[in-house]
C-alpha cells in the first residue's frame, strides 16, 4: 500500500476513467469530500498481489486454486492468535490482502498483519446474526452483515475498516460465504425462503437488480462468474446474464441430482473452463453440467463417497473434494476416482496449489502431495482454509483461533519408556511406565497400540511387549517399544518317605523353582520350622506355604502315607464308617478327641475340607467326585488318618 499527494488540478479526470476491474492496482479516495482545484489531496493506492485471495473462492470460479502459492511441507506453525469469540462462534474463511489478513466471526471483522498477527484494526457489529466472509475488490471490503430483514451490504476502508456506504437486504440464514465482484459491482445471495442474486454498484451500494434462482430454499452458498454470465445453485439451478440479471437457463430440482436434506446446496457452482462445465454440488450428489447446452457431464453419488459437506477445489482436471467418511480426488472431465483416503474426512473447502492439495475437518488439517497421492503432513487443529504466497490460514469454525502455517525443517523428535514400577509376582499386573518425549511441536500424543488410551503415563499393566507413537501437533512422529519382564511362576513339587510301624518315621519335602529367591518355608503345624523338609512325621497330610524373595507366595501340601495298613484309627478308639460310600458317613470318636481338626485331602493332597470334631458321633455328607479319599485327625498328642472312598 502506497500514499501519495497530488493536485486536484490534473489528477480528477484521471480517476473517472479508472479500470473497474476488481483485480488491478486501485484508486481508494475518501468518498464525499471532493477538495477544490488546486487543493491538494490524499489517495491510498492498494498494490494487489497474485498471491491475494480477495474473495471466498480464491477466484469469480470457486476453483480454491493457488498457482503461485509458495506453501509447502514439512509444516511450521508461524502464529497461533485466539480471537474473543462467543461460546458457539466460530471463524469464517479468511481473505488476503497484501501484508493484511481480513477475517470474521458472526459478530467482528478484523484485518491483522500476516506477518506479526498484531490487529490492524477491528468492527464489531452488535445484535447480528452472522458476517460473511469479505471481499477484496475496487480498493475497498465488501462484507454481508446478517440479521434477516435488517442487514446490510456494507463497503469498508481496508486501511482502517471505516464504512465507506452501506444498504440493506434480507437474508433468511445466519451462514453465508461471501460477496463477488467484476465489472464495478457486488453480487451476493440473498432471499427469505428462496435464493435470490442481488447485483448492486461497487461505489455507492445502489441496487441494481435482483433475480430469483429457487423459489423454495436459500442457502450458504456464493455465486461464480464466467463469461458474461452468472451462475447460482440453490436445489434449483440459474443462469443470468451478468449486466441485466435476465434469467439465462433455469433447471428445477426435479431435472437435477438432488433429494432434500432439511437444506439445499452445500458448496458454490464451480466453473471448469477446462472441460466446458460447472460442477455443483449438494449433501447427496456432486455432478458436471455442461456450459453451453446444461446436459449432464456426469453425476456421483454420496451413497459410493459420504455426504457432500463442502465446496470442491479444482486445478487443471483435478478435483479434489473432501466428504463426511473420505478425502478424494476426481477426474473433472468424468467424475472417475483417482485416488481416495479414509483415514481422513473433509468438513471444509479444501485449497489446493501446484504441488499440494489441503483437506480440513475439525479435528485436524491434511496436506496430501498431488504427485504421490501420499499424505505428508498433518496439523491437529483444522477449520475454514486459505492460501497466501508462504502460508496457509486455518480459521477455526468452532473456535476463536487463527493458525498460520509455513514451511519450515523436518522436526526431530525422540521417545524413551521408562518402567516405573515393575511386576513383583508372575501374572500380576501391577506395572508402570512414563513415555519421556523430547522435540517435536506443541502438544503431544500418545498412541498405544494396545490400548485407545491418549498418556503418557500407564499403569496395572500386565507383563508384554507395549509399542507407542508420539505426535506432535503436526503428527511428527516418534516409535517407542518396550518389553515388561515378569519373574518366573513359582512353582512347588514335594516328595515324602512313608511312615512305617506308627513310629513316627515319615518325612515331607517341598521343592521351590522360579519366582525369586531366597525362599521361607512356612508348615501350617509347624509355624517355627522355616525348612525345605520336615522329618519324624507321622503319616498324614502337612500344608506348606512358600514366600519368595518379593513377596510372591505358593501353597501345597506334602501327603505322607504309612505301610503297615490302611486304616490307624482303631488303634485311637476311631471308626468311620461305612469306608466306602456315596458321600454320607459317620465318624465316631473318643470324648477326648471332641475339640481335634479333622482335614479331607484327596490322593493328590489337595484339602477338601476341614473342621473341628464337635461331637462323639459326626454325621458327614460330602459333594465329593467318586475317588479314594484321606480324613486326617491331629489331637493334641496324636495324628492320625485313614482312606475311604466315594462312590457313584
Known amino acids: 500500500m502506497k500514499t501519495f499527494f497530488f493536485s486536484i488540478a490534473f489528477l480528477l479526470i484521471p480517476i473517472l476513467a479508472f479500470s473497474q476491474d476488481p483485480h488491478v492496482e486501485t484508486i481508494q479516495q475518501e468518498i464525499g469530500k471532493i477538495p477544490s482545484a488546486g487543493e491538494d489531496i490524499n489517495f491510498t493506492i492498494i498494490e494487489e498481489s497474485e498471491d491475494d485471495w480477495n474473495v471466498y473462492g480464491k477466484d469469480n470460479y ?8 509458495r506453501f509447502n511441507y514439512p509444516v511450521a506453525l508461524k502464529n497461533s492468535i485466539a480471537n474473543n469469540v462467543g461460546n458457539i462462534d466460530g471463524l469464517n474463511r479468511a481473505i488476503v490482502v497484501g501484508n493484511k489478513i481480513i477475517y470474521t466471526s458472526r ?3 478484523w ?18 446474526r452472522d458476517l460473511s466472509t469479505p471481499c477484496f475488490a475496487y480498493g475497498n471490503i465488501y462484507l454481508q452483515v446478517g440479521n434477516h430483514s435488517s442487514s446490510q451490504l456494507v463497503c469498508l476502508s481496508p486501511t482502517n475498516g471505516s464504512t ?3 444498504t440493506g437486504f434480507t437474508i433468511q440464514w445466519a451462514d453465508f460465504t461471501g460477496p463477488v465482484a467484476i465489472d464495478g459491482n457486488i453480487y451476493i445471495v440473498e432471499g427469505s425462503y428462496r435464493s435470490t442474486i442481488g447485483c448492486y454498484d461497487a461505489y455507492n451500494g445502489d441496487l441494481k437488480w435482483k433475480k430469483d434462482i429457487s423459489t423454495n430454499n436459500i442457502d450458504n452458498w456464493n455465486p ?19 449486466e441485466t440479471g435476465e434469467l439465462l437457463k433455469h433447471i428445477t430440482r426435479n431435472d437435477l441430482p438432488y433429494q432434500w436434506s432439511g437444506w439445499s446446496a452445500h458448496g458454490n457452482p464451480v466453473i471448469d473452463t477446462l472441460n466446458n462445465q460447472v460442477i455443483l454440488t449438494n449433501h447427496y450428489f456432486i455432478f458436471a453440467l455442461d456450459l453451453d447446452i446444461y446436459e449432464m457431464n456426469w453425476s456421483i453419488s454420496s451413497i459410493d463417497f459420504g455426504w457432500f459437506t463442502s465446496t470442491p477445489a479444482l486445478a487443471g482436471n483435478s478435483l479434489f473434494i473432501g466428504t463426511s467418511n473420505l478425502i478424494m480426488e476426481l477426474s473433472a472431465s468424468d467424475g472417475q476416482l483417482i485416488w481416495s483416503d479414509e483415514d481422513y474426512d473433509g468438513q471444509f473447502d479444501p485449497v489446493v496449489t501446484e504441488s499440494i492439495v489441503v483437506f480440513s475437518s475439525n479435528e485436524r488439517t491434511v496436506i496430501v502431495d498431488r504427485e504421490t497421492k501420499q499424505v505428508e503432513g498433518v496439523f491437529r487443529y483444522g477449520g475454514n482454509l486459505t492460501l497466501s504466497g508462504d502460508y496457509l490460514i486455518i480459521t477455526e469454525d468452532n473456535g476463536g483461533h487463527l493458525y498460520i502455517l509455513e514451511q519450515g525443517d523436518k522436526v526431530h523428535m525422540t521417545a524413551e519408556i521408562i518402567i516405573i514400577d515393575s511386576i513383583a509376582c508372575y501374572g500380576d499386573n501391577t506395572a508402570s511406565v512414563e513415555v519421556f518425549a523430547d522435540g517435536g511441536f506443541g502438544n503431544l500424543d500418545f498412541k498405544w497400540e494396545d490400548s485407545s488410551i491418549n498418556s503418557k503415563m500407564r499403569n496395572f499393566l500386565p507383563a508384554g511387549d507395549y509399542t507407542v507413537t508420539v505426535f506432535d501437533d503436526f503428527y511428527n512422529s516418534v516409535q517407542q517399544s518396550i518389553t515388561i519382564p515378569e519373574p518366573p511362576e513359582l512353582i512347588l513339587t514335594t516328595s515324602s518317605t512313608e511312615e512305617t510301624n506308627n513310629e513316627s518315621n515319615g518325612s515331607a519335602t517341598v521343592t521351590a523353582e522360579g519366582g525369586t529367591s531366597p525362599y521361607n518355608y512356612h508348615w501350617v503345624d509347624f ?3 522355616n525348612n525345605p523338609t520336615l522329618i519324624s512325621l507321622k503319616a498324614g497330610n502337612y500344608v506348606v506355604e512358600v514366600i519368595d524373595a518379593n513377596g510372591c507366595s505358593a501353597v501345597t501340601t506334602v501327603f505322607i502315607d504309612r505301610i503297615t495298613g490302611i486304616n490307624d484309627f482303631e488303634k485311637s478308639d ?3 464308617r461305612p469306608t466306602v460310600s456315596t458321600g454320607e458317613f459317620t465318624l465316631q470318636t473318643p470324648s477326648e478327641v471332641t475339640g481335634s481338626k479333622y482335614m479331607i485331602f484327596n490322593q493328590l493332597g489337595i484339602l477338601m475340607n476341614s473342621g473341628i470334631i464337635k461331637s462323639e458321633e459326626m454325621l458327614f455328607n460330602e459333594d465329593f467326585s467318586p475317588d479314594m479319599y484321606i ?13 475311604f472312598i466315594i462312590k457313584n
Open 62 to 69: 470457486n476453483t480454491s486454486y493457488a498457482p503461485t502459492s
Open 107 to 109: 459478530t467482528r471483522i
Open 111 to 128: 484485518a491483522r498483519d500476516i506477518e506479526t498477527g498484531q490487529v490492524i484494526w477491528m468492527n464489531t457489529y452488535n445484535n447480528t
Open 164 to 166: 465507506i456506504w452501506s
Open 224 to 242: 461464480a462468474i464466467y463469461d458474461g454470465k452468472i451462475y447460482g445453485y440453490a436445489d434449483d439451478f440459474g443462469v443470468l446474464d451478468i
Open 527 to 529: 509355624p517355627e520350622v
Open 574 to 576: 476311631i471308626e468311620l
Open 631 to 643: 480324613m486326617t485327625i491331629i489331637g493334641d498328642t496324636f495324628r492320625s488318618s485313614t482312606k
